[in-house]
């Protein structure tokens, strides 16, 4: 099935440093959102974003939904230990569905 | 508050075998989906409903059933385990609003073993 490209695939950061990871698909999209997954438990919703251009954040995260509307950015600033784990990003299409396709997702390691 | 549970949380289980994972949300969401998610495939959509009596096959649905007879509960039938089946499921639901805004909600996942 059809999955979004996510980059970088896994990153190994210094606490404190900013972290940014993208989205990109060759479809458009109405509906990018973020999820961040812990090992053993389910996707936890980050942030979602619904109209092109449109930047929203969320505490130290801050998501855009990218003005071609095929591709979506997630930034996280000053990092700490516990924003360790794999970051997923979903598109909604314009076909009418609910059905979202996911991202490959971004491993996060954070070195304290 | 409203969310969405899975039951079992883990289950090991032998090749044959009927099995049934239970979905539950109280979100009153009329959209409702199933997932498995394994190393080097991401998550991949078994089966999804998007009301009561509405069942839609996903792209992996070869040996899974479900059926939607409220609007809480989608329980997930494998009907005859396979070792393929071995993996992470998630159960997942959404609510369609006017607007078109749509966001998609995870319940803690279930880990099944077929040995």
């Known amino acids: 099935g059809q999955q979004l490209n996510q980059s970088p695939q896994s990153m190994f950061i210094q606490e404190g440093e900013d972290v940014s990871m993208n989205c990109t698909s060759s479809s458009i999209f109405n509906t990018w959102l973020w999820y961040k997954q812990d090992p053993g438990e389910g996707p936890v919703l980050l942030i979602a974003?619904?109209?092109?251009?449109e930047l929203t954040s969320n505490g130290r995260l801050t998501a855009q939904f990218g003005i071609t509307r095929k591709d979506s950015f997630l930034n996280i600033s000053a990092s700490i230990p516990s924003d360790v784990g794999i970051y997923f990003c979903a598109g909604l299409g314009t076909s009418g569905t609910y059905k979202y396709i996911f991202g490959t997702g971004t491993r996060l390691k954070v070195l304290a | 508050d409203a969310e969405i549970t899975q039951s079992p949380r883990h289950k090991i289980t032998e090749t044959g075998r009927q099995v049934t994972l239970a979905c539950h949300q109280t979100?009153?969401?009329?959209?409702m989906f199933w997932y498995r998610q394994d190393l080097g495939h991401g998550l991949r959509l078994i089966h999804y409903s998007y009301g009561v009596q509405d069942t839609n096959k996903g792209e992996v649905s070869d040996g899974y059933s479900v059926s939607r007879s409220n609007t809480e509960d989608l329980p997930l039938t494998l009907e005859s385990a396979a070792s393929s089946q071995t993996s992470v499921y998630f159960c997942a639901s959404s609510e369609s609003s006017m607007s078109g805004a749509d966001t998609q909600y995870f319940g803690p996942g279930t880990r099944l073993t077929v040995l």
């Open positions: 974003l619904y109209k092109a251009g």
């Open positions: 979100w009153n969401h009329n959209n």
